[in-house]
């Protein structure tokens, strides 16, 4: 391998700026180009997006063949990258999206003559970009490259930008087609700030010279845009895995680090005490009834509007109350856990914890907005209250949910000898740290001596944690698969159209339509991110604990 | 001192949640505030801002109280915290804001009966405020304090929070105004999209009750609008102070780290070559009759504006050029330079990192915007390539500045012993770092050892270090200089009120005054922060090299 690199952060500093400029770049033109009035036409950002994903292409090949002719260039594997949910969930995710794709492509394909040729060529390109960059993930999702440094840095970076641009085009393009159906259900045209124009989302609006009116255009009008959640997903978990992947560039990695402890393969369910999974799939096939009933209401005629919505606040108060309870009693028998902390430096981990943090402020904004047009709002109607307390218990519920799952995914696999914390100049001879142990002892000394890992005797730990933690561990399983369906199906019903936010005029009116549409759309899709990714991260949480 | 932190994190995570909620309610509230179709109001937000500021008065009056009384709960000090040139920053604005709230306090007590109460006594609580946390920074900025660290931390947090609600406060009184005086001033309502009540501003508005027209009215309000600034700078530097003081506590230094390297006593101008002072000061005072010029010229009659335009531009092309080439020439002086990099941790120098990078998006964004504004957009005048210019070279600017600045940052003090990083495995017997002796060896073993700073013997260092070293020390002081001195310049026209992004029409009229009003009054301050920012970066960099 190569020599070891001199000063990191300046070899990360040029792919970081690489990324910001073409990020910036192409959110100025997806953003310019959502607003009609203005003169940047969807073609320039799907041209732009082309290009992009061509160049990741290439670049990906190109590290594919390097890394199988010089096999030098890995000499260590990051057991905890890409664990096999987050990989599994990527070919899935992947699958919609090229059934999507195969949908935009027929949607277009049906009215060629008066199309641009790069929106059929647009498609086409991310079938293959989305099939290269799986197999890439797929295989090399733990590397830790020692070659060419800089050059996979700024090639890691490009590609993440390319999936974030995608990510923020969805999401742009589907806020548009809600705010088009939503004024158009509701005959009135207050709403729609993010207008298209009639010639993109190809609607049946007067004089429109390409209508989409034959019955298989329509249905891959439809079909595309209920694959995009999926297309949205891919892009975040691509994005995840390619941002570890850049961190783990030129890391070096003791034997001890690079091993890791394999998760413990567990039989499915036969570790919990069932009512877990037994509660949350109650709630999920009840919130999947709520869902569908509040969708045909609320898209039928106006008059049954206000039952939707009650119905559709009491399933989430009940089921956000729920979870809050739950998550807290989570955190309450971690207090009786005699587990260490693992202080180990974790790629993975640190940017779980931060993405649960940072994507959960898009639900606390708009939460935080509820609560002010409500409280400041004069009606005071059933309504209000209702919408009041789901956005408290909104707060509440992502609160406690994160603090339950960075607690757990910071502590070691069960049965797991507790060890020393190589960064932090353990005592010397303290050999596994017990918590009463160590704030029994006098302060340690704070030389800073070799810290390799030391392997403690794994007899006494068994006699330590064997007798119980099991009563525990079931508990903590249970809690993981509830909370685990419950997030599930609360994904579900934002990512597939439910927006209770503009049904419930107490927003609208006390905002104005335009402020109100800006808030929920820039800050919804985190809130639909941290869904999925709290999913994943309590499926970590279930195998480990 | 106490009991060593089990986890760390878990501390922290209570804080942050803390002021990430607090800070959102503040968000929502200024936000809704700031348009008047909104039933909040200023009072609301004026409110809770002076219960803020209260409540941070307790804490750190407890603060200074505890730690006056127990010294034990201060191990360590950080060296590297609250430099003389932060403290003495935070003090000079400190002393502006304090004048600023004896003008708002003036100029609401001019019309004392029909104002509420509140808005006389919040620039009293503030200047009280001000007085108490400057002198509690002043004393305490260097603490990593050991006591009671859950608390210290919500303290800490909660202080931060409030200075950014003030920050945000600012900002956004401060748009309202400027939007206000730019449409009274071009006689057309469309730029108003922040427009305030007339009651806030207390403008000359048809039927006002309360109006502003005694002289010393006038004076008062002017005043605490030029003022402004200062308090937005403050509350900015105050808060990365507090975010150190919040990294610090718990923290544990070894005795090397703890003592640091004092920076050297410079005597002022002695070192440098004097041209890059010179050809600062010259640009500084060239820019100054420039901005004075534009600000007569585009608020007097309309039919300046052009020449106005055209002269603002140019200065900034010639002073962003230099800029460009000035930093890039920095950074080719380094590739020459044998220091090692240093690669302690140090909480101060990733916060002023981070600062940089991310200040700059705003700035970045800007002019993107105006580069797709330009391209796309169809007539293409002088003033089209002069703004396409200025956005290109701002781009450039940015990134060479920031490239050159975060590698001074990174490069030990001259002169000193060039040592092994602790955490990262150095190889075995390799006392300094010289890079092209780093290459030649044959890849180090990764064996992890004893990592404790070895001390190279003093006179090898001097024999490599002096004789080549001075000419490039004093061509970096001089660099840093001049870089200065222009990002003050840069810094004043924005902060004081020139606004080229409206009275140039090619991106109003490309986006609609609403959205490029939205832009630019967001992006905007982060790009004013980040002049202000660079500046005692730039500080550092000359005291350092």
Redesign the interface.
Known sequence: ????E??K??GR?LS??LA??VL??A???IS?GA?N????YDT?VFALLTAMMLLAVLWILFYLLRSARCPDALPYLDAHAGPIWLRGGLVLFGICTLVMDVFKTGYYSSFFECQSVIKILHPLIQAVFVIVQTYFLWVSAKDCIHVHLDLTRCGLMFTLTTNLAIWMAAVVDESVHQAHSYSSAHGNASHTRLTSDPERTGSTAGGDPCPCDTAICQIFQQGYFYLYPFNIEYSLFASTMLYVMWKNVGR?L?SSHGHGHAPPRVSLFRETFFAGPVLGLILFVVGLAVFIIYEVQVSGEGSRTQEALVSYYSFNIVCLGLMTLVSLSGSVIYRFDRR??D?HKNPTRTLD?GLL?GAA?GQ??IS??S??AVV???PRDLLGGLNLAHALLM?AQH?FQ??FI??SL?RGPPGEEPRET????PCQGLTF?N?DA??A?P??P?T?????PLEGPPEAVTIISTPRGHWRRRCLKDISLFLLLCNVILWIMPAFGARPHFSNRVEVD???SS?WAAIVNICLPFGIFYRMHAVSSLLEVYVLS
Not at 448 to 452: D, G, H, I, Q, V
Request: aromatic share 10%.
């Open positions: 391998r190569g020599p070891r001199v000063w952060k300046g500093l970081v700026l910001v400029n910036l770049l959110c100025t033109l310019g607003f009035k203005v003169a940047v320039d070096l003791t260490a902390m202080q914890v943090m402020l606390y904004a935080y907005y609560i002010v400041v709002g004069t707060i609160t994160n603090v960075i607690e910071h190589p960064n932090k100049e740290a918590l160590l704030h002892l302060a340690c704070s800073p001596r070799l810290a390799s006390f905002y104005g402020l």
